[in-house]
């Protein structure tokens, strides 16, 4: 059975739409990413779980049970903000306690709970402490402790690290996917504008777009088999190159006919009928490399960036205004204005018609 269940579920504010039809299966003990663009709707989407937003269409369900109508304090769920919200003038241990508190728990199970939290988040040290005497890293766990403490069904994350620098972020990252592994059976709703975030903690991703789900899936799912443009330029950094051409060979291995006159071969079963057809062709930048035989893409080098372990070059842009970039292992940086030749193995190619990946028509 799935522990959160949403049918149909659509949001709209006066007239204006911002979500429809959103049906989500989300099983016991899933870390589930909320991805999309700005403005796409996952702080709504998740507010709505939360019970602070009104669902206007649609069935929300927690472990079989209809919540639309239920208020935020009974749905079982625990949610931590961005901008942790601890009262200022408790201590540590206090911020943890105070919900037990105000539902009548008593001191003994208060004890144990934050003893609980405090150990899971490495925390003890800490528990006499104001959160000003503490570092936004340590007052995130804090805010992450005060929804442990609750023993909640789903947890629910609304950038939780997004006011931490880069460092401390990363850090924090590693903390959280540790503490998922220390409650397996614990749901947990995670909003993020990082790749790395949603690539890394994810059981699986839901990219948000256009109003609604553009796709759901593994991390690798994702990266490696985009169902449509958007999700395969949304998901990995640089995004990836689409370049636009047609079908001249069709088979287990389609052969594409590129604008620029290139030929590419890519390891995606099409039909006679496809001959013809009007395609994009999908390369990420890390799956192109130097050749001296048939290229896919030839263009000189307007800007390269060396990153250490590897250089992205970024391509004089073609008349559409398009721009091809690479990334290539070790240190290029000679290339700038030099023309390179490059290519990409059948397996690493993406297919697209109309927007749509041929995988999934
Ligand atoms: N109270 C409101 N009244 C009217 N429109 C709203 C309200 N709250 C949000 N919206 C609109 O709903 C859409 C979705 O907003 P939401 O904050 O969920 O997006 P988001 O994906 O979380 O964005 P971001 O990544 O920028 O945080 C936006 O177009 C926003 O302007």
């Known amino acids: 059975m799935a522990d959160l269940k949403l049918t149909d579920v659509a949001k709209a504010y006066g007239g204006v739409k911002v979500l429809s039809n959103i049906n989500l299966d989300i099983r016991k003990g899933e870390l589930i990413v909320f991805v999309g663009p700005s403005g796409c709707g996952k702080s709504t989407l998740l507010r709505m779980i939360a019970g602070l937003e009104k669902i206007s269409g649609g069935t929300l369900e927690i472990g079989g049970e209809l919540m639309n109508d239920v208020p935020p304090a009974?749905?079982?769920?625990?949610?931590?903000?961005?901008s942790y919200?601890?009262?200022?003038h408790m201590t540590v241990r206090d911020n943890m306690a105070f919900a037990l508190k105000i539902a009548g728990k008593s001191k003994a199970e208060i004890d144990t709970a934050?003893?609980?939290?405090?150990?899971?988040?490495?925390?003890?040290?800490?528990?006499d402490r104001l959160p000003k005497a503490l570092s936004g890293g340590q007052r995130q766990r804090v805010a992450i402790g005060r929804a442990i403490v609750r023993d909640p069904k789903v947890y629910l994350f609304d950038e939780p690290l997004s006011n931490l620098d880069a460092a401390l972020r990363v850090a924090t990252r590693i903390e959280i996917a540790q503490l998922k592994e220390q409650m397996p059976?614990?749901?947990?709703?995670?909003?993020t504008h990082d790749q790395v975030e949603a690539m890394t903690l994810a059981?699986?991703?839901?990219?948000?777009?256009?109003?609604?789900?553009?796709?759901?899936?593994?991390?690798m799912e994702l990266y490696q088999k985009p169902q449509n443009e958007f999700v395969a330029q949304f998901i990995g950094s640089p995004a990836m190159n689409l370049l636009p051409g047609e079908i001249i060979g069709t088979g287990g291995m389609t052969r594409v006919r590129l604008d620029s006159g290139l030929e590419a071969v890519a390891a995606i079963p099409t039909r006679d009928g496809d001959m013809g057809l009007k395609v994009n062709l999908g390369v990420r930048p890390e799956d192109l490399r130097e050749t001296e035989g048939d290229p896919l893409f030839t263009g000189t080098v307007d800007i390269t960036e060396a990153l250490g372990e590897v250089t992205l070059l970024y391509f004089e842009k073609d008349e559409?205004?398009?721009?091809?970039?690479?990334?290539?292992?070790?240190?290029?940086s000679g290339l700038r204005h030099s023309a390179v030749l490059l290519t990409a193995a059948p397996e690493a190619l993406h297919l697209f018609h109309d927007g749509v990946s041929?995988?999934?028509?």
């Open 74 to 82: 009974q749905r079982g769920i625990a949610m931590v903000f961005q």
């Open 85 to 88: 919200a601890l009262y200022p």
């Open 114 to 127: 934050v003893a609980r939290a405090a150990d899971i988040l490495q925390l003890t040290p800490y528990l």
């Open 185 to 191: 059976d614990s749901t947990m709703i995670y909003v």
């Open 203 to 219: 059981s699986r991703i839901v990219v948000l777009a256009g109003g609604g789900i553009s796709q759901v899936g593994t991390p």
């Open 320 to 332: 559409a205004g398009r721009q091809m970039v690479a990334k290539l292992p070790g240190i290029r």
């Open 358 to 361: 041929l995988l999934y028509r």
